[in-house]
């Protein structure tokens, strides 16, 4: 999230506004898609089992 230059914060916002979830590639994963207060996109993928553990985000481009 350092590296991409996403705050705790903006991972909470998106959490807590998802417009999608998928399977992720392996069955202890799930991606959600989530929208910030700014706007911003957010890709999240969280352990299914555990979704307090964040794997990994990646901001996206709006489609």
Do not use: C, Y
Request: no cysteine; glycine share 4%; aromatic share 2%.
């Amino acid at each position: 999230m350092a590296q991409r230059e996403i705050s705790p914060n903006e991972v909470e916002q998106a959490l807590a506004n998802v417009v999608s979830t998928d399977p992720g590639d392996r069955p202890s994963r799930v991606i959600k898609v989530g929208t910030t207060d700014e706007g911003k996109r957010l890709r999240i993928t969280q352990n299914a089992f555990e979704p307090q553990h964040v794997i990994t985000v990646v901001r996206v481009k709006k489609q």
